[in-house]
């Protein structure tokens, strides 16, 4: 399976060290080159793009506002010179976090990272069309079974989630948001960008705080009547 990609950045000596390790790497397919996320777009709109090498500070758009516009940009790898920015990447959902300049060997872990998520939701996607009450994830060398109904709710880590089911947690190396693209949106709630609910565990409700399981959840305030009228729906009974 091969790896559609571009790389964004206004360095020349930049985009060329990108392209020749991205040409020693045989799945990887290089579908073209931008100085500017600007530019980038118009790559995307063209292409079916699976990853994106973006560097940070570019002109007219900094690769953290562009990953800001959409929620539905590709699989991204931020490439920079400023390490200082991490922290807001991960947040942003990115990949990895390549410091410039980057050895060969810390871009190809970076790349095999990229391979490893792209089956894998690529597996997740063709196993929901034939289930509805459960997912598999890949975790500590095994692949696993998790049955919507032991799922009580799932947790941001960086790069990683952690699901909480009834009787265990397991860290996978998963983004929060493609899990929430996969979960029926019936049975799973996201509260906060860190947190995704199971509707039917949740016990109370308390200013921002969800009690469930044995846990507390937070409600993001810029979601919160969002997720009061998805969780109440027409089940709160009044005087």
Do not use: W
Request: aromatic fraction near 10%; include cysteine; charged fraction near 30%.
């Amino acid at each position: 399976m091969k790896l559609n990609c571009i790389i964004v950045d206004d360095e020349p000596v930049a985009r060329k060290v990108l392209e020749e390790y991205i040409a020693d790497v045989d799945f990887l397919d290089l579908k073209g080159k931008a100085e500017n996320p600007v530019k980038a777009t118009a790559l995307l709109n063209n292409s079916e793009i699976d990853l994106m090498f973006l560097d940070i500070n570019m002109p007219k758009l900094s690769g953290i506002e562009f990953l800001r516009t959409s929620d539905s940009l590709p699989m991204t790898i931020m490439t920079t010179a400023y390490p200082d920015y991490a922290l807001e990447g991960f947040e942003l959902n990115v990949l990895d976090y390549l410091v410039k300049p980057f050895s060969f060997e810390r871009f190809l872990k970076a790349v095999y990272k990229a391979k490893e998520y792209h089956e894998l939701k690529s597996k997740a996607a063709s196993i929901s069309s034939f289930s509805d009450d459960y997912f598999f994830v890949k975790c500590n060398g095994k692949i696993e079974k998790i049955l919507y109904d032991e799922l009580v709710y799932i947790e941001a880590m960086l790069n990683y989630v952690v699901l909480h089911t009834e009787t265990r947690k397991m860290i996978v190396y998963l983004t929060i948001k493609s899990l929430a693209e996969e979960l029926p949106a019936d049975k799973f709630l996201k509260v906060h960008k860190s947190y995704i609910v199971n509707l039917s565990k949740i016990k109370s409700i308390e200013g921002n705080e969800i009690s469930i399981g044995s846990s507390k959840v937070i409600i993001s305030q810029n979601l919160r009547d969002n997720v009061m009228k998805q969780i109440l729906k027409d089940k709160m009974i009044k005087r």
